[in-house]
């Protein structure tokens, strides 16, 4: 790569993303990072900088990663600025849109690092990548199971014992599916065992067969654990409601009768096939929900043990170092800014399981004397700086000091949640107002943070439930959550008011003592 210096733009709305991509481009010489928290504030970047390479998440609040595409290849000057989009989506027909909208190169999330490096190294040095298309997608094997990344055709079982209707409905479902043949219920059981359960998407079966019936068969697969969740359909002449409660009975999912209707057939064909990739979506969803719930539990347990003990020798050095007399303003705000980086680390190692404890009634208190006027100004400080990219201020406005009965970390949490999220609810270039009265209420500290956007009418009703989100692309919907169980956890309360005229207040009332 030249020594010339080169801008690269970040686009995602998730912090985590943007840090885990931003480390990678540290490895490179000569590289200047633009970071864009959306699909308005990238587009709004590449407007007024000269753009060497954009890595772009597709779903973000705003424009989307493909909508930032599109408005960029349609100006001839941008024309040739490389592109990789950042996505979990990675259906086919996603990939053919970023194609076909101009994208140099596809990453599916979750990516590592070394793939991350070596697409961003190849659209670096190259200028341009090789055009990407939908046959070549096998360079984000690595990245994905290469079967999604394919164009997956269903398989069907069709098991019936006369070849005229063998032939007849093989040739109605062969263009669209890959149709596999049984003229028994015995081989059919077979042709399950030797190709797998799991390569079966539906089962078209007669119900009167020689030596095996269909519903007999049908109740062998359902009492199987393997081949339960397979669904069966009945081909039969049989129309009786007594004949087809019976099939139904037996775990059919469904029933056609002879003469069988070619647009019937493949509707209902369809239908269950449909169905059985969401059924079977879903219990990967729960597998993987079952093995990150483990795997965090761990996580959780190391973190809390591991980090800990370096955290706090860390936060202690921070407040020795200002002591010692000889470092300059410069150096003092550095060791200012590690400190809070610290404090930080500190509350997100602390905060997940104290949550869960919270959740389930079980948390402890520890309280203790603290200043809440300082725990308040670290939270302003690091708000700050996060505000600074979409030119939102922080107004802070408090006593000197104010004295209370509480417990630190909870306190930090608490605020962080809050102000964070007002800053990421506020128009570009306004300003957040976060104010204290601690006169208002006998033994309590009245908390206001302001911002001027206004919560969604759709989710006025239950802002503090748990998973409630809205318009933000990525976000968990713990936030407010959160800080509500915080805040009841603490003896407090916390209510907001919003208007479109004069924003989004929240308040909080604390006790000054935390029994």
Known sequence: MSNKTKTVLVADDYAGIREAICSILEQFRNIQVLEAIDGDDAWRLLKTNTVSLVICDW?????????????????????????????????????????????????????????????????????????????????????????????????????????????????????????????????????????????????????????????????????????ENIPVIF????????????????????????????TVLKARVNTQIRLKKNLDAMAKQVELLVENTHLREEIDRMTRHDLKAPLTAILNGVEYFPELGWMNADQNNQIGAIGEAAYEMLRMVNGSLDLYKMEMGNYQLSPEP????????????????????????????????????????????????????????????????????????????????????AVPEEIRDNFFDKYVTFGKSGGSGLGTYSAKLITETLGGCISFITSKEEGTTLRILLPKSSE
């Open 235 to 262: 081909l039969t002449g049989k129309t009786d409601d007594d004949d087809i409660a019976e099939g139904l009975d037996a775990g059919a999912v469904d029933y056609v009768t002879k003469p069988v209707s070619s």
């Open 59 to 227: 779903n973000m609040p705003g424009l989307t990663g493909l909508e930032v595409l599109k408005q960029l290849r349609a100006v001839p000057a941008y024309k040739s600025i490389p592109f990789m989009m950042v996505t979990a989506e990675i259906d086919r027909e996603h990939v053919e849109q970023a194609i076909h909208a101009g994208a140099d190169d596809f990453l599916i999330k979750p990516f590592t690092r070394d793939s991350m490096y070596t697409k961003i190294d190849q659209l670096l040095q190259k200028g341009k990548h090789i055009p990407l298309s939908c046959n070549n997608l096998d360079d984000n094997k690595h990245d994905a199971p290469q079967e999604k990344l394919e164009e997956v055709v269903p398989t069907v079982l069709l098991v019936d014992d006369e070849p005229a209707v063998i032939r007849i409905v093989s040739s109605y479902l062969s263009d669209d599916n890959r149709v596999l043949v049984a003229n028994s219920a015995q081989r059919a059981l077979e042709v399950i065992e030797t190709r797998g359960s799991g390569n079966i998407d539906v089962i078209l079966m007669d119900v009167v067969m020689p030596e095996m019936s269909g519903i007999e068969a049908c109740r062998i697969l359902k009492s199987n654990h393997d081949t």
């Open 370 to 453: 603290v200043d809440f006027t300082a725990i308040a100004s670290k939270v302003v400080n690091v708000a700050r700086r996060n505000g600074q990219i979409r030119r939102i201020s922080v107004v802070f406005l408090a006593p000197e000091s104010c004295w209370i009965t509480s417990e630190e970390l909870l306190i930090y949490s608490l605020l962080s949640n809050l102000v964070k999220n007002a800053i990421e609810a506020s128009p570009e270039r306004s300003e957040v107002v976060f104010s204290m009265n601690t006169e208002a209420h006998r033994g309590q500290i009245e908390i206001n943070i302001q911002n001027q956007g």
